[in-house]
């Protein structure tokens, strides 16, 4: 399978790890918000999960094209609907985590917040797992030599 590529490389892959990164430190910065109350930390979270929301939605695009470019036959078919099902879930999740905010000043921040954070993250861990079996398992969107 050949999906959208970018000087040879896959562009999907090239991406992932930003809207990780971010929401990982969004879930980190939670949990120092609750334990420290120190503002900066929520003003952290805040970015952070604006960021995830960005180059999640710039991570999500090529991924979209390589399943439209995916042959319907392809063994790893229903997989792929399961990895795009956890993260486009958990980008949901963070997007409405980040809209809450938009309303919700550090000082009356509810837990039940920091919570959609860990949901989101719990989601983001097994599709971004599923992602990689994908890769390692499948062998979608990996390059083959033809020898």
Do not use: K
């Not at 939605?57 to 995916?70: C, E, S």
């Not at 795009?84 to 000082?107: C, H, K, N, Q």
């Not at 599923?130 to 030599?145: E, F, M, S």
Request: glycine share 10%; hydrophobic share 55%.
């Amino acid at each position: 399978m050949t999906g959208l590529r970018l000087g040879g490389a896959p562009v999907h892959p090239m991406l992932v790890h930003f809207p990780i990164v971010a929401w990982t430190t969004a879930l980190l910065a939670d949990g120092v918000f609750l334990i420290t109350g120190q503002p900066s930390a929520w003003i952290v979270a805040y970015w952070a999960l604006a960021a995830g929301a960005l180059t999640g939605l710039a991570a999500m695009v090529p991924g979209w094209v390589d399943f439209l470019l995916l042959d319907r036959t392809h063994t790893a078919l229903p997989a792929v609907q399961r990895h795009m099902l956890y993260m486009s879930t958990a980008w949901g999740i963070f997007l409405l985590d980040l809209l809450v905010r938009t309303r919700v000043p550090p000082e009356t921040m509810p837990v039940w917040l920091a919570g959609l954070s860990l949901a989101g993250f719990v989601l983001l861990a097994i599709g971004s797992h599923r992602g990689a079996r994908l890769v390692y398992y499948h062998g979608v969107n990996v390059y083959r030599d033809p020898v």
